[in-house]
């Protein structure tokens, strides 16, 4: 329920669902009595605090085992800064564990959201994608590093295509342009294939694809 792009929204997903806490209230309970697993989910917030927690509130009583909350309400942009004090209200309102989300670049990130929060967990997305590497408490290694591993990880798991070219695209277009040539080539690319030629992988993924066919042997 965290996704405020307009085809979730079109489509009564994502965000959508927030204005429907009935709805909501039955997901979750059809969830936690037919499945053996925890149950979790995600918001955003509302544009009352106190709608946000007693959202929270209601999506506690269905049993579910933590809830995430994403620091910015639906109409908010990426670059609008995260409201960690809103997602600290529901922390303080829930006894569940709560998993705050929003504004996480960097390693030193996630123990300033936790403090400002009081959150059990957090949630990272872009900076993540923009750098896996953020994980790291020894600090990120060069991006270009990351994304040669990325994209070799990317053949040996036969990764799928679009979403490899997402994730690159996403790197790109954060510490370079998608205008200059690597983003153009990246953009044009069709296959994995393509993609090991552009950074130089033609060999690993000759090494990759050769075991693959030796298994299926």
Same mark, same amino acid.
């Given at each position: 329920?965290?996704?405020? =792009?307009?085809f979730?929204?079109?489509?009564?997903m994502g965000?959508?669902?927030?204005?429907? #806490?009935?709805?909501?209230? *039955?997901i !979750?309970t059809?969830?936690?009595?037919n499945l053996d697993?925890p149950?979790?989910c995600?918001?955003?917030?509302l544009k009352? #605090?106190?709608?946000?927690?007693e !959202?929270? =509130?209601?999506i506690e %009583? %269905?049993?579910?085992?933590?809830?995430? &909350?994403?620091?910015?309400?639906? #109409? *908010?942009?990426?670059?609008?800064?995260?409201?960690?004090d809103?997602i600290?209200d529901v922390?303080a309102?829930?006894?569940?564990p709560? /998993?705050?989300?929003?504004d996480v670049?960097e390693?030193e990130?996630f123990q300033?959201?936790?403090?400002a929060? *009081?959150?059990s967990?957090?949630?990272?997305?872009?900076?993540?994608?923009?750098?896996?590497?953020?994980?790291?408490?020894?600090g990120? $290694?060069?991006?270009? *590093?990351v994304?040669?591993?990325?994209v070799?990880k990317? /053949?040996l798991?036969?990764?799928d $295509?679009?979403?490899?070219?997402?994730?690159l695209?996403?790197? /790109?277009a954060h510490?370079?342009?998608l205008?200059?040539?690597?983003?153009?080539? &990246?953009?044009?690319?069709?296959?994995?294939?393509? !993609?090991?030629?552009?950074?130089?992988?033609?060999?690993?993924?000759?090494? &990759?694809?050769?075991?693959?066919r030796?298994?299926? %042997?």
């Amino acid at each position: 329920m965290g996704c405020p =792009r307009s085809f979730s929204i079109s489509g009564g997903m994502g965000a959508a669902l927030l204005s429907k #806490p009935e709805l909501i209230h *039955d997901i !979750l309970t059809t969830l936690r009595r037919n499945l053996d697993v925890p149950i979790t989910c995600k918001i955003r917030l509302l544009k009352y #605090p106190q709608d946000t927690v007693e !959202l929270a =509130r209601r999506i506690e %009583t %269905t049993g579910v085992s933590a809830l995430a &909350v994403h620091g910015r309400k639906v #109409p *908010d942009r990426p670059r609008d800064p995260a409201k960690w004090d809103e997602i600290a209200d529901v922390a303080a309102a829930l006894s569940i564990p709560v /998993i705050a989300n929003g504004d996480v670049f960097e390693y030193e990130d996630f123990q300033r959201i936790r403090d400002a929060t *009081d959150a059990s967990s957090v949630m990272v997305a872009r900076g993540a994608i923009w750098n896996a590497s953020i994980f790291s408490s020894e600090g990120k $290694i060069p991006w270009e *590093d990351v994304k040669r591993e990325y994209v070799r990880k990317s /053949i040996l798991w036969d990764n799928d $295509i679009k979403s490899t070219k997402h994730t690159l695209k996403e790197m /790109i277009a954060h510490y370079s342009s998608l205008g200059l040539p690597e983003g153009l080539a &990246v953009i044009k690319s069709d296959t994995l294939a393509d !993609l090991a030629k552009l950074y130089g992988e033609e060999e690993y993924y000759e090494y &990759v694809s050769e075991s693959r066919r030796k298994q299926m %042997t």
